[in-house]
């Protein structure tokens, strides 16, 4: 496509997006949000493909295989580890992109998105030295998982973070993308990120045809070789051009204005997000220390969960981009009825998610259980799917404000939101809840005094999901509170 063609193009998009602006709040959310909540349906499916498979390799005895369901579980939070990671180019460059298309500023939306790729690149080569060194070991130990599960784990993670930089440049130039208006580009992608996870990890999982039999870390390879291929879609995409972003050879140099504008949003955001997966490897460590059956049925649990919780993400995306856009038109109320509207239709569907688990929860643990040696995982984990089936207006609440106030560019406040959720009440529920005995130690042994332990309920991985309950009720309604209140109509991005 030559130059005019690409700027008449990009002028169609925008115009586009200027005459939908008028249109019903609902119809915008739901055209933003629908192809968002179909890509978010294929990284479920993946998820589910995972875990199944890490149910259903070929190892010697039961108890490997609760090893392996066990480091799956862990696994799934080092992934989410990353995802949290990526947090720290993704918001700022939704927002500030959309900001600059709202304003008509199209082509520093331009010059936003060659930064963003920069800093992506930096990010994720940063993150894989990390893992290499020795990080990803430490985290492992430090989740109180041992023996062969700790050893899975960590090897799993490891080829993750190996190829890390290409998940990172996927990302970042799908959430540039959705904040100029095209959620469709990322749905493409993940369409073939999918169609290619699910052949090479059932493939380096069981050694199907030429494919070496890599057991539990060909699940990870499979992963990793389709973000590689993702990432090269997206760079592919910007340089033919997509909704007036168009990558130019020029325009790749650090700009230090620029870098800071995406980094003012982006890191209180990342900050959030990451402390999120320090409380969540917390509560994590308290789970295993039941157990493999404890960690295999958390993680199953979670599975099935994340059917809410992508749902809530998909809107969230929707409310994100909506924000960011009307406040950079200068319209804020309709900025604050798209944010409303997201969160409404995301609740309905969350709340059919609920439902779902609270009738279904047996029948969905036998998927990834079909061993008669696996039915104390089956009990352990049905109680915990249908009690957090009662979060999901909560939940949705939770995520969907966030992301439209990220949005608006307010990363500051909901991160004091986070640390009240996590580490005053979920956490010193959880050990309260689950433990029988709470052993207070005095910290690098100052105080040589005996300290009785303090009597705790004693319910096991069941008291762990009341505290991860509470703690999402509570959050929830601090940002429902937050986005009602307004304030972060005025932010600057």
């Given at each position: ?5 690409f ?20 119809r915008?959310?739901?055209a ?14 993946v998820?589910?493909s995972?875990?199944?498979l ?12 609760k ?20 947090v720290?180019?993704?918001?700022g460059?939704t ?5 600059c ?10 010059e ?6 920069l800093?992506a ?11 290499f ?6 985290m492992?130990h ?11 784990a960590?090897?799993?993670a490891?080829i ?9 440049i996927?990302?970042?130039g ?9 959620t ?9 990120v999918?169609v290619?996870?699910l052949?090479?990890?059932?493939g380096f999982?069981?050694?199907i045809?030429?494919?070496?039999n ?34 130019e ?6 700009r230090?204005?620029?870098?800071y ?37 958390h ?5 099935w ?21 009307n ?5 804020p ?28 929860a047996?029948?969905m643990?036998?998927?990834?259980c ?25 939940l ?6 966030t ?10 406040v909901?991160v ?5 959720g ?9 050990y ?6 709470i ?8 105080f040589?005094?005996s ?18 309950v509470?703690d999402?009720v509570?959050?929830g ?15 600057r991005?």
């Amino acid at each position: 496509m030559n130059q005019q063609a690409f700027e008449e193009s990009a002028a169609l998009s925008a115009s586009r997006l200027e005459s939908a602006l008028p249109l019903p709040n609902w119809r915008l959310v739901l055209a933003l949000s629908l192809p968002v909540l179909a890509q978010q349906g294929l990284y479920f499916v993946v998820n589910l493909s995972d875990r199944y498979l890490a149910g259903h390799l070929d190892v010697p005895n039961p108890e490997v295989l609760k090893a392996v369901q066990a480091a799956q579980t862990t696994a799934h939070y080092l992934a989410w580890f990353i995802t949290c990671y990526t947090v720290l180019v993704t918001v700022g460059s939704t927002a500030l992109v959309a900001r600059c298309i709202g304003a008509g500023e199209r082509r520093l939306a331009v010059e936003v998105t060659h930064q963003a790729l920069l800093l992506a690149v930096f990010l994720g080569a940063l993150a894989t030295l990390w893992a290499f060194l020795g990080g990803v070991r430490w985290m492992v130990h430090t989740l109180n998982l041992e023996g062969r599960a700790a050893d899975f784990a960590a090897d799993y993670a490891l080829i993750l973070f190996g190829l890390l930089v290409f998940q990172t440049i996927e990302v970042a130039g799908i959430a540039c993308l959705v904040g100029a208006g095209d959620t469709r580009t990322g749905l493409g992608v993940m369409v073939g990120v999918a169609v290619i996870n699910l052949p090479l990890a059932w493939g380096f999982g069981y050694g199907i045809g030429p494919l070496p039999n890599l057991g539990f870390v060909g699940i990870a390879l499979g992963t990793a070789l389709s973000h590689l291929l993702g990432g090269l879609v997206v760079i592919g995409v910007l340089i033919r051009g997509r909704f007036g972003l168009k990558l130019e050879m020029a325009l790749f140099r650090p700009r230090a204005d620029l870098l800071y504008r995406l980094l003012r949003i982006s890191v209180p955001s990342g900050f959030d997000s990451l402390s999120v997966v320090v409380g969540q490897f917390w509560f994590l460590a308290i789970v295993n220390q039941f157990g493999d059956v404890a960690a295999s049925a958390h993680g199953i649990a979670l599975v099935w969960e994340g059917l809410g919780y992508l749902s809530g993400a998909a809107f969230g995306t929707a409310a994100m981009t909506l924000v960011g856009q009307n406040l950079g038109a200068r319209r804020p109320e309709q900025a604050a009825r798209a944010g409303w509207m997201a969160c409404g239709l995301g609740c309905v569907v969350m709340s059919a998610m609920g439902l779902t688990f609270s009738i279904l929860a047996p029948q969905m643990f036998a998927v990834f259980c079909p061993q008669p040696e696996q039915a104390s995982i089956i009990a352990a984990g049905v109680p915990v799917l249908q009690l957090v089936a009662f979060a999901m207006p909560p939940l949705a609440s939770t995520i969907i404000f966030t992301q439209a106030l990220r949005g608006a560019g307010d990363t500051r406040v909901p991160v004091v939101f986070t640390w009240i959720g996590f580490f005053a009440v979920r956490i010193p529920l959880a050990y309260y809840l689950s433990l029988k005995e709470i052993h207070l130690i005095a910290p690098f042994d100052l105080f040589p005094i005996s300290v009785d332990p303090i009597q705790g309920m004693d319910y096991g991985l069941y008291g762990c999901w009341i505290a991860m309950v509470a703690d999402i009720v509570v959050r929830g309604v601090f940002f429902f509170y937050r986005f009602a209140h307004g304030a972060w109509q005025s932010q600057r991005v």
